[in-house]
């Protein structure tokens, strides 16, 4: 599971860069576990639940005049705490509705993004200064607060005074003249207690890290655990800043150098990635899959994580290859490439649509080696003759935790028994596709979370009952390149958010030897 989203940084240097939207959302195919869908932040009370009200987002007094940037992104957040909506498949469409300048999408886009990423410590700051509390505010009144506190704290390029301003005009046209004055008091009343936020001193490392960084509890007490306070603060803070744009070259098309060398030539800041030879990091460069390169099929958006994959898996021309849960084909097409496009690739996915989405990334990347298919991952081994594959690719189903810079409403959405439920699922799928391993042949199990009990432990449980089958990820290519920075995990790769500023990602190369 993996995406490509984008854009500048904000730690210390606040801006309202865009974010690259689009991603697929967090539960997407790969024989799913359906996990809670609940809204953002704090739950509003009955009587005010209702999104749709006069009062309510997408409402308005004002007749003809064409949404804001900021009442659109209003609308997001409103639909996103009530409805579970994804905001990242919402926010597309709304600015795909909207007449937003570009300059006014990328406001939209981080004030969406940063909103939600930076719940629990706006949620924080508002219970000090709203008298009856966040939780008893109409939704939309709620969020019209979230987004303009975010603004004063973290948009350094928004001024104060115009984020009160536009706040206040907006509170005036959906609502009357109370609110307006509540929303005023309120956002001046934070204006002057400069910075925000004041934590008390007695404050445990969990709950401080929690606020601080605006993480889940139960998620920062679970990652003290697995990696210790610093590292949890690091993975937090890291997870706050918006995400790399990274494209991967299709090297039977073009060599990474010659593609760098166009995209300088065309006023691009892109540099070689660090951790990935296939890798290409771009600054300020727009969306890339917009780009003459991207229909041409030079490159697919990728995360830098994501791209180390098909190479742990190394498969070699003439190959018969299992990609078990391959959508949306980022993986599929990077190992069809390594191939130089000699051989199969069978690319299975769960939902028959995003089984396409493969087959049109192949065409797109001129690759005649993958062969789509739609089943569960648990009934390939009834589909295909046991022991029939050189190379397989298990990316399993997973909780996401490794995404969260993408996706940030996805932390919010999840809880402990989440994870519990799907690593007894990547369990079963794990030894299950296992038996269509030849002899010699190799095996690789990825995901894009960082939860041990997802990671290391299924590779672990998995090894001791398969004696057959022995690990060999710290003898690949990979492991070298990133020795001294990712960690050994079980028999595994783990990367984390803040190693490289890319996806948290964990892979295991493990060889079938009976």
Same mark, same amino acid.
């Given at each position: 599971?993996s995406?490509?989203g ?14 690259? =939207? ?8 790969k024989?799913a576990v359906?996990?809670?869908t609940?809204g953002?932040g704090k ?9 749709g009200?006069?009062?309510?987002a997408?409402?308005?007094k ?19 705490e009530?409805?579970?909506?994804y ?5 597309n ?5 909207s =007449?937003?300048?570009r ?7 981080e ?6 990423s ?8 508002l219970? %000090?200064?709203?008298?009856?509390g ?7 009144v709620?969020n019209?607060?979230?987004? *303009?506190?975010y603004?004063i &704290? ?6 104060? @005074?115009a ?14 003249q109370?609110?307006?004055g ?9 204006l ?16 401080? #890290?929690?606020?601080? @960084?605006? @993480? ?7 990652w003290?655990? %697995?990696y ?9 803070? =890291? ?6 744009v ?6 039977? &098309? ?8 166009k995209?300088?030539a ?6 070689p990635? $660090?951790i990935s030879?296939?890798g ?8 890339p ?6 229909r ?7 995360? %830098? *994580?994501s ?10 021309p003439g &190959? ?14 990077h &190992? ?5 496009d000699?051989?199969?690739i ?5 939902h ?5 989405? #493969?087959?049109?990334q ?5 690759? %005649? ?12 081994? /009834?589909?295909?003759?046991?022991g ?8 399993a189903?997973?909780?996401g ?6 996706k940030?409403d996805?932390k919010?959405r999840? /809880?402990p028994e989440?994870?519990? =439920? ?11 596709? *296992?038996?269509?391993?030849k002899?010699?042949?190799?095996l ?14 299924v ?20 492991w $070298?390149r990133?020795?001294?920075?990712a960690?050994?995990a079980?028999?595994?790769?783990q990367?984390?958010p803040h @190693?490289?500023g ?13």
């Amino acid at each position: 599971m993996s995406g490509g989203g984008n854009s500048a940084g904000r730690n210390g240097q606040r801006g309202h860069s865009p974010r690259q =939207s689009g991603n697929r959302p967090p539960d997407v195919g790969k024989a799913a576990v359906a996990g809670k869908t609940v809204g953002a932040g704090k739950v509003a009370t009955a009587g005010n639940a209702t999104a749709g009200n006069a009062n309510g987002a997408g409402s308005g007094k004002g007749g003809g005049k064409p949404a804001s940037a900021r009442e659109v992104a209003l609308d997001v957040l409103v639909r996103v705490e009530q409805q579970g909506a994804y905001s990242n498949l919402l926010l597309n469409s709304s600015l795909q509705k909207s =007449s937003l300048s570009r300059e006014d999408t990328g406001l939209a886009t981080e004030l969406v993004y940063g909103t939600i990423s930076r719940m629990n410590t706006l949620d924080e700051v508002l219970e %000090e200064f709203v008298s009856k509390g966040i939780a008893k505010l109409q939704p939309w009144v709620r969020n019209l607060l979230r987004l *303009s506190l975010y603004q004063i &704290m973290y948009l350094d390029r928004v001024p104060s @005074h115009a984020a009160v301003n536009e706040a206040v005009n907006i509170a005036k046209k959906r609502g009357h003249q109370g609110i307006s004055g509540m929303v005023n008091g309120v956002l001046r009343s934070a204006l002057r207690a400069g910075d925000l936020p004041v934590l008390p001193e007695n404050l445990g490392p969990a709950k401080r #890290i929690s606020i601080r @960084h605006s @993480h889940p509890l139960w998620l920062v007490k679970r990652w003290i655990d %697995e990696y210790g306070v610093e590292t949890a603060e690091a993975m937090c803070a =890291s997870n706050n800043q918006p995400p790399a744009v990274s494209v991967r070259v299709n090297t039977t &098309m073009i060599s990474r150098e010659r593609l760098l060398e166009k995209m300088t030539a065309e006023g691009l800041q892109a540099s070689p990635s $660090k951790i990935s030879p296939f890798g290409i990091v771009i600054k300020g460069g727009g969306n890339p899959a917009l780009t003459s390169w991207y229909r041409d099929g030079y490159l697919s958006v990728q995360d %830098e *994580s994501s791209m180390l994959v098909a190479e742990v898996v190394a498969p070699e021309p003439g &190959m018969k290859v299992l990609d078990c849960c391959a959508a949306p084909g980022g993986k599929t097409s990077h &190992m069809g490439e390594l191939m130089k496009d000699e051989g199969t690739i069978h690319a299975n996915d769960l939902h028959p649509h995003k089984a396409a989405l #493969i087959a049109d990334q192949a065409q797109r990347l001129g690759l %005649e080696c993958v062969v789509t298919g739609s089943a569960d991952a648990l009934d390939l081994e /009834q589909r295909f003759e046991p022991g029939s594959f050189d190379r397989i690719l298990l990316d399993a189903p997973c909780s996401g935790l490794g995404v969260i810079r993408r996706k940030p409403d996805l932390k919010w959405r999840k /809880q402990p028994e989440d994870i519990e =439920s799907v690593s007894a699922l990547q369990r079963q799928l794990l030894q299950s596709v *296992s038996r269509l391993l030849k002899p010699g042949g190799v095996l690789v199990y990825s995901t894009c979370t960082t939860e041990k009990a997802e990671n290391g432990e299924v590779v672990t449980s998995f090894l001791e009952q398969n004696p057959d089958f022995t690990p060999l990820t710290f003898s690949s290519e990979v492991w $070298k390149r990133l020795e001294g920075t990712a960690l050994a995990a079980g028999e595994g790769i783990q990367l984390l958010p803040h @190693h490289y500023g890319s996806d948290g990602f964990y892979i295991a190369r493990l060889q079938r030897i009976l």
